[in-house]
């Protein structure tokens, strides 16, 4: 749409961080005056790209992709998505991916307002606003419509974006304010950006016809003609890329095998399911979630860094997508209480002040918080000041690995072991213990620590499983928290009379049963962080009902996801590893289990190229 200011960049949003220029602005009546925007997004995208008769045209397996500058209030996504739901049948597994950058985003509650304006796109738009998400810099993914639709919402400049997003898109609709009046989005190495996410035949709309923009889309492969412009704007352009490779058509009917039903695995098969894919899903176990993510209750955290690197920025948009995913099974293994992670000792008091010093957090993902406030959100007092997250809570891991493998298109083989895995005619054949061979044209690895001996590769790979025992404590001997607490142990509020506590961290030890010792090693550190649990008839640690798991970490302890790569980087086709998400699986397994399903379906990535990196399989060899 045509704007004719720049807004003011202001302290409206509680954007992003302190160092630099504030990222936010307030867009005034630019946003909140707009009756015939829906009619002039009409007539500059929806119509001039075709999106009706292109939509239709979309296979029943396939995805169609709409890449655009300055997402601004949403509203020609809001007009895509409802064109999109307008022309598919209800049953198709097709997706509309919508891949936007903006470099100012709105607070929700300005949202809230602007997208009030076009009650005609309510139901919509209060999805969008109960996903919309934290307004931290970088790449966020939105799944909406029950999958049927994919919003990649990068905030953050338009150039950066372009050079870390990867997709082809469909359609480009080029917004932004007037060239004249914010040339930094409008020049040719914007336009040349904008053409390397092209293919033959990707359609272009703009409300603009300076002269300029068109010499420079003509100059990067763009066939462009003048249309009429909305309203009192007498001129617009379309155009239609004419140079790269043509799409490739999605090969329908994939399936994929995933080995391990732990949470990377299991969320991995929903995602896949969801898309469309033929899931099987192996395990050894007699049922999932029986390993690593097994324990009765589990805490939905990530440990953010001080400073905002490329850890801190994968391990806060981990959280802030798992949330969103958690969000759908909130009245079944979800339980959103807010979660604390408390300064408890010298060293991580200090982290937390420098960690607090140095970023600025929206406060729906994360506020600093005194000991008499961290006291009144617990219920317990607590003598320690913390950060709460308010959007975390916990989860009945087991039960959220059964729940995640009942989609209808996932196929289950438990109890059943793998003696080999081989490529076969252009497919994977997996050797069961039993003689049997399964077949699939991909393979996932999701094995947890077991998955390094699966991998039919030489060399060695640096996974390592760590002992951890979690342990019950019963609901009236011990005074329980409403919210999760973490901090040296973590603790879980009560459900149906017990409270999770753990976990030990026993790094040489592989003894697979629970042991008094542990038990008692978990009592006293959290007797230590958080007095005002213990009771004086809390039973000792001989009474108490542990378990053992073994989390799979590498050395870097940073997760793994991607195709499998050998010792000397070249990739195996069609065969994926992920794990080692640690003791964050809860946290890291949805959008790790995102960035794979766009990886393997090679739809637009939900990761920046940069946040992909560190997740790549090569750095695992031991060299
Ligand atoms: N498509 C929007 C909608 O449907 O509401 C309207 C977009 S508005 C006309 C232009 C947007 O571009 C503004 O939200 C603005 O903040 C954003 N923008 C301006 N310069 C930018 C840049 N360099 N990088 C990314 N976004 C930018």
Same mark, same amino acid.
Not at 365 to 388: F, K, N, T, Y
């Given at each position: ?75 020609? &996504? ?19 991916? &919508? ?30 606003? /109960? ?23 990068? &905030? ?364 008692? /090693? ?102």
């Amino acid at each position: 749409m045509q704007q004719s200011t720049l807004p003011p960049a202001t302290e409206s949003a509680e954007l992003i961080w302190r160092d630099g220029v504030p990222e936010s602005a307030t867009f005034g009546d630019v946003y909140f005056n707009r009756d015939d925007g829906l009619a002039e997004v009409r007539h500059v995208f929806v119509g001039p790209s075709q999106l009706p008769e292109r939509f239709r045209q979309v296979s029943a397996q396939g995805h169609f992709v709409i890449a655009e500058s300055g997402f601004g209030t949403g509203l020609n &996504f809001l007009a895509a998505w409802s064109e999109w739901m307008s022309q598919r049948p209800l049953d198709d597994n097709a997706i509309l991916h &919508f891949v936007s950058v903006e470099r100012y985003p709105l607070t929700r509650s300005d949202l809230v307002t602007a997208l009030s304006h076009w009650p005609e796109l309510r139901q919509l738009a209060d999805e969008l606003i /109960e996903l919309y998400p934290p307004l931290i810099k970088g790449t966020h993914r939105l799944v909406l419509a029950g999958g049927k639709v994919r919003l990649t919402l990068h &905030f953050g400049d338009i150039a950066e974006a372009l050079k870390q997003l990867t997709f082809k898109a469909d359609a480009w609709f080029l917004d932004g304010f007037t060239p004249s009046q914010n040339p930094e989005m409008w020049h040719s190495g914007i336009i040349e950006l904008v053409a390397e996410h092209c293919k033959t035949g990707t359609t272009l709309a703009t409300f603009t016809s300076a002269g300029a923009v068109r010499r420079s889309l003509i100059e990067c492969g763009f066939d462009i003609k003048i249309h009429p412009g909305f309203s009192h704007k007498r001129d617009m352009l379309v155009g239609q890329y004419t140079a790269g490779q043509p799409s490739r058509e999605p090969a329908g009917g994939h399936s994929v095998a995933i080995i391990g039903a732990g949470i990377a695995g299991t969320a991995l098969a929903w995602n896949l399911a969801d898309r469309g894919l033929s899931v099987l899903l192996i395990d050894q176990a007699a049922e999932p979630g029986s390993a690593a993510s097994g324990n009765p209750q589990g805490a939905l955290y990530v440990k953010l860094g001080v400073e905002y690197n490329t850890q801190t920025e994968l391990a806060a948009m981990a959280l802030s997508f798992s949330q969103r995913f958690y969000g759908a099974w909130q009245s079944d293994f979800w339980h959103p209480t807010g979660l604390l992670q408390l300064a408890s000792n010298p060293q991580e008091a200090d982290r937390q002040r420098r960690f607090c010093e140095r970023n600025n957090y929206p406060s729906d993902l994360m506020v600093p918080v005194d000991a008499i406030e961290a006291s009144q959100i617990a219920g317990i007092p607590i003598r320690h000041p913390g950060l709460w997250f308010p959007g975390s809570g916990w989860l009945a891991p087991a039960e959220a690995c059964a729940r995640l493998t009942t989609h209808p298109r996932i196929k289950t083989q438990f109890d059943c072991q793998i003696a080999s895995l081989q490529p076969c005619n252009n497919q994977w054949c997996i050797r069961t213990d039993r003689g049997e061979d399964l077949h699939a044209q991909s393979v996932v690895i999701a094995g947890g620590h077991e998955a390094a001996k699966l991998v039919p590769l030489p060399g060695e790979l640096k996974l390592k499983p760590i002992r951890g025992q979690t342990t019950q404590l019963p609901e009236p001997m011990f005074n329980l928290p409403r919210t999760v607490i973490c901090g040296s142990r973590y603790l879980n509020p009560g459900i149906n009379g017990n409270a999770t506590t753990g976990a030990t961290f026993d790094l040489r030890d592989n003894n697979p049963t629970p042991t008094v010792a542990s038990n008692q /090693e978990n009592l006293e550190a959290l007797r230590e962080m958080l007095p005002a649990t213990s009771t004086s008839n809390a039973p000792d640690a001989d009474q108490l009902e542990g378990r053992v798991a073994f989390r799979c970490t590498t050395h870097d302890y940073q997760p793994v996801a991607g195709l499998l790569q050998g010792s000397d980087g070249t990739p195996v086709d069609g065969l994926y590893l992920m794990t080692g998400l640690g003791s964050k699986g809860l946290a890291w397994a949805p959008l790790l289990a995102e960035y794979l399903g766009d990886v393997i379906t090679d739809q637009p990535r939900c990761l920046s190229s940069r946040l992909a990196k560190p997740l790549e399989t090569r750095r695992l060899y031991r060299t």
